[in-house]
Every structure is written in C-alpha cells, then in structure tokens.
C-alpha cells in the first residue's frame, strides 16, 4: 500500500471519530433541536403582550395558556396588559421593538390585528406579513345585540326604526366595525358607528346605559351575557348561520343577498384569538413554539378549563392556519379596501 492511499484512509478514519464524537456529545441530536430548545426555555421568563385590558378574551386566553406553558416548558409567564389606542400602541411597539428571542409573544384577536392593517388605519406601524403566527383558538360568528328592556327586540324593528340609530365600535378597522358596516349596509340602516370605545363590556354598558342602540360582539361572550340578561342577541353577521347557534337568524334570512353584500361578508375576517412571534425570531424557534402551542390546544384538561370562562370550544387554528387567514387577507384586500373605505366615510363618526 503506497503513502497517499494510508494517508487517505487516515484522513477519513479521522473524520469519523470527529463525527461519531459531534452526534455523542450533542445526544444524537442536531443543535438547535427539540432537547436544546427545551432546555432554553426551562426557568425563562416568557413575556406575552395583551393589547386588551384584564378579564378580556385574549388576555383570558394569554392567563390559561401561560399556565400550561409554565407546566409543559417550565417557563416562567409574565402577562402585560396594554390598552391604549385599543390596542394599537402595544402592537406597533411589539411589531418594532419585541426582541426577536422566542420569549416575547402577543395575544390578541386576528380581527383587530390584521383589519387595522388591511384598513390602513390611522397609526398602524406594522406588517401582517412580517409577523411569525403560532396558532390560535377559534371564535364564533359576530353577532348584533341590543339592550333587552329597549325597543329592539328582533333585527326587523331595528330595520323599521324611524329613528336613527347609534351604534358603539371600537377601532375604525377593527372586525368589530368592519362586521358593524357590513350589517348596517346590507340591512340599509339608518345608522352611526361611534368608534373610539374599549371592550365589550365598555360597549355594552354604553348600550345599557342608552347611549347607544346596538353592539357588535363575538357570539360566545354574547351567549353568556344574554343567559345573563345583559343583552340580546338579534342577528348572525354572515350570509347563514353559524352551526353551532342555529337558533340565532344570519343577514340571509332577513334579506336576499346581493354580490356586492357578499363581497362584503367575504372582508368579514375570521374571528379568533392568535398567539404571535414578532419578526425576526428565528425559524426553529418559531417552530419549536408551533408545536407548543398545538400540544396546549389539544389538551382536553386546557380546553376544559377555557370553556369555563369561554364557552363553547370551537377548536384551535395551527400556525398555517393563521398564516392562511393572513395570506387571504392580503390577496382580498385590493377587492374591498375601497368599498369599506367608502362605508368608513358614510357611517363612522
């Protein structure tokens, strides 16, 4: 055997040692994996930015699930609370300023998160594009409410109504106003949107008070609060009704549909609470934190505990679903950006 063919076996005798000493030392498992990534997170503080005040939905969402992150991952939760602008404030600074660590998160609606971009709102400083989603828990349809001891008992005497009607939103591209301008258009009402209020429970008691006629809500919340008595709950915001309140009318059983009404349910975003990374954090992180968050919404002990607070459960969206949601907002948007503009100016005060 001549010099260069032991010198050859030796340089690979060599690189097998050094790979065979790479894969030991690292457990058999890639750097960046599933066990280092574990092992990042054990006694980190995680950070989640609720841009809703205590008790809302997303931040009882942020509370439930902290906990099953500290039992799963062994993180520490830290939640924040940051209401100013509804909302806006603390998702431009999250969007700007969130270290990109995989230990800073955002918990809030997909609606007020991508309408107020698709919108264009005044403000807005981010990109629904540049966001890393994580999954979410899913939400029912919108639904309009009314005070039970006023005049409005079913969504055709607020039809008949000769008197003109107020009613309390939020953000001017919230999915609040935009679920609101879309039934009050497709119903032709005679009607204002005074945006600028916070929660629901804010707008209801605006409602309750007489401030206003009506509310846009979620169904779940709105559910709740009329077997309470608080409200009730005159029509779906959608062309038919939600399966899982089949007792509740939807816009198509009050008047025939037109392409244009339905292009304007088709804006009408998907309700939910998402779970978000800021851009920039790193891929494996981002994945690492999917599948988190996918094995907590699957817990039926997790699922349990929100319905208490939250009924019912409807299931859980992936991180592509999100990303989907996000996508189709953007593809959609040149369709109807220009018509909600134009309800904008004709019933937001």
Not at 296 to 305: H, L, N, P, S, V
């Amino acid at each position: 055997m001549n010099t260069s063919t032991k010198v050859g076996r030796l340089v690979v005798v060599l690189v097998l040692i050094l790979v065979a000493a790479a894969v030991a030392g690292c457990g058999g498992a890639a750097p960046g994996g599933t066990s280092d990534l574990k092992s990042f997170y054990a006694g980190k503080m995680l950070n989640i930015t609720v841009p809703q005040k205590a008790g809302a939905t997303s931040d009882t969402v942020a509370r439930i699930t902290g906990k099953y992150l500290t039992k799963n991952l062994g993180v520490k939760v830290a939640v924040e609370n940051v209401t100013s602008a509804s909302g806006l404030v603390a998702r431009n600074e999250f969007y700007n300023s969130a270290k990109p660590d995989g230990l800073n998160l955002l918990i809030e609606p997909v609606g007020s998160n991508m309408g107020d971009w698709a919108m264009a709102s005044a403000g807005v400083n981010y990109d629904i594009t540049k966001f890393n989603y994580l999954g979410g828990v899913k939400r029912g349809p919108m639904v309009i409410a009314a005070a039970p001891n006023g005049p409005y008992k079913t969504m055709q005497d607020m039809i008949d109504s000769e008197t003109p009607l107020k009613f309390a939103s939020m953000a001017p591209g919230s999915l609040i106003t935009l679920s609101n301008m879309a039934a009050v258009e497709i119903l032709g009402l005679n009607a204002e949107i005074v945006t600028g209020f916070g929660g629901a429970t804010e707008r209801v008691l605006a409602m309750q008070q007489g401030q206003v006629a009506g509310v846009v809500l979620n169904m779940e919340w709105a559910a709740t609060q009329a077997k309470e008595g608080q409200i009730n709950i005159l029509v779906q915001i959608g062309a038919e009704r939600d399966s899982n309140y089949p007792d509740t009318p939807a816009l198509g059983d009050l008047v025939e549909l037109t392409d244009y009404d339905r292009s304007l349910l088709a804006a009408v975003i998907p309700d939910g609470t998402m779970v978000v990374a800021p851009p920039g954090t790193p891929d494996d992180k981002v994945q690492f934190l999917r599948e988190a968050f996918a094995a907590i919404f699957a817990d039926k002990a997790f699922q349990a505990e929100l319905v208490e607070v939250l009924p019912p459960w409807l299931g859980a969206w992936s991180g592509d679903d999100v990303d989907k949601i996000a996508d189709d907002i953007v593809k959609s948007k040149p369709n109807f950006v220009d018509a909600y503009a134009e309800l904008t100016k004709k019933y937001v005060k």
